[in-house]
């Protein structure tokens, strides 16, 4: 039988091709494509269910991440683990069916029911359970540190609103602890369990250097929040480009601190380094670049509710779906016994090339949409029209990555460790 980690493996793998999938639905539905297949789904349900896979596939992979590094050190509570992991196939499982048909809360960020909120909540603290005999050590902590911050945001989105108002704060917190705190300090913690792997650093260097990346990304989580729950009063104007900059500064480095492993490679033939790098680029991209331009108070005030408000949230949570493929490769090879590449290095190219390009294509279209719409006052829909050629970019994007997403899996099934696997049980 295989291990929980190769549980969570498999899940990851089949929740990004859902949501390549039902992302392309999305996308060719925004372009109101005539096809039977694609009235089924309406664009806000296909939409909310995208985004819905994509957190599920970002919070799984890390999971199963942190679940892979604790096992392979002999650690944590094989039998809470074991049954963390069926638990957590089932919650996928209900997440997936409120998706499809139509269940899901219309709450930007956090679109799962509030019933599967509270099951992640609870599974993921039998997580923790079961990872605690290793949290002594410094990559372990940083991970489970990010996990119970990711718990405790979506605990707080469950928190009923008094008034709209208090509802966005409370909604704004929520997300600014799951997907700019939470993830990315898990994220980062596996991205150095990966370095460890394919670079000659050392692990004694790796566990001190993990805590300054830790409070890094816990500052940046602070920055990007904060325009969320205060909204724009006249106190924040000033520090608002002091922000804008801060924020890319603190993702750059971190880049910067990771730089040396991708220097000193070792005899690693796996292609956890290049899809850590890609996780490392869309978080400097999506919360240092964009959610930093959004800091400044006058521009958000233009871009609030824009494609670019959309394209930094997908881009964070890709960064960390970035990560997590990065530990499925390897842990795959792992539990094979091999020191070789398992999915390769096209379903690698395309994924990127696909994610690159729709974040470009969508990123170019919410500038226009802010000039023509929010500056020079043209019509919503005529904006829109205006916007068809990039947003046909945005699909073409959106299909490289799930063809890439399909490949990955074809030959991940292909590849999976079979008996392998046994032998950490």
């Given at each position: ?118 099951a ?27 996990l ?9 989105g ?26 990315p ?35 940046a989580?602070?920055?990007v929040s ?75 005030m ?21 990560v ?8 795959t ?22 994610i ?50 399909l ?19």
């Amino acid at each position: 039988m295989p291990t929980s980690a190769y549980r969570f493996f498999q899940l990851t793998v089949v929740l990004l091709v859902l949501y390549a999938l039902a992302a392309l639905v999305a996308g060719l539905k925004f372009l109101q494509a005539e096809d039977a297949l694609l009235t089924v789904l309406p664009y806000q349900q296909a939409n909310g269910w995208a985004n819905s896979l994509l957190y599920l596939t970002a919070l799984t992979g890390l999971v199963g991440g942190g679940v892979h590094m604790v096992t392979r050190q002999g650690q944590g509570n094989r039998l809470i683990l074991r049954a963390v992991g069926w638990l957590w196939t089932l919650v996928v499982i209900v997440s997936v069916a409120a998706g499809a048909l139509g269940l899901l809360e219309a709450r930007s960020g956090l679109e799962l029911p509030m019933v599967v909120d509270a099951a992640i909540v609870v599974v993921g603290a039998l997580v923790l359970v079961g990872c605690a005999p290793a949290l002594r050590q410094g990559l372990a902590q940083v991970w489970a540190m990010g996990l119970a911050v990711s718990l405790v945001g979506i605990l707080i989105g469950l928190i009923p609103a008094g008034d709209l108002q208090q509802g966005r704060g409370w909604q704004a917190l929520s997300v600014g602890l799951t997907q700019y705190t939470g993830l990315p300090m898990m994220a980062l913690a596996l991205g150095y369990w990966l370095m460890h792997r394919f670079s000659n650093l050392t692990p004694a260097w790796l566990e001190r250097d993990i805590y300054i990346t830790a409070a890094l990304v816990m500052l940046a989580g602070v920055l990007v929040s904060l325009p969320g729950l205060s909204g724009t009063p006249d106190w924040a104007s000033p520090l608002g480009g002091v922000m804008a900059v801060a924020l890319p500064v603190v993702y750059l480095m971190i880049a910067a601190r990771c730089y040396p492993a991708l220097t000193r490679r070792n005899a690693t033939h796996t292609l956890a380094a290049h899809w850590f790098v890609l996780g490392l680029v869309l978080y400097v991209l999506g919360i240092g670049l964009v959610g930093g331009v959004q800091m400044i108070p006058a521009v958000r005030m233009y871009t609030l509710g824009t494609r670019l408000s959309d394209l930094q949230s997908t881009l964070t949570l890709l960064a960390a779906c970035a990560v997590g493929l990065g530990v499925v490769n390897q842990g795959t090879a792992e539990l094979r016994g091999q020191n070789r590449r398992v999915t390769g290095l096209a379903p690698f190219w395309l994924v990127a090339g696909g994610i690159l390009g729709s974040g470009l294509a969508l990123g170019l279209a919410g500038v226009v949409q802010v000039y023509l719409e929010r500056m020079l006052s043209v019509g919503y829909l005529d904006t829109q029209h205006l916007l068809i050629p990039l947003y046909g970019g945005w699909v073409l994007g959106l299909g490289a990555t799930a063809l890439g997403a399909l490949f990955y899996a074809v030959v991940y099934r292909m590849r999976r460790p079979d008996t392998a696997a046994s032998r950490y049980q």
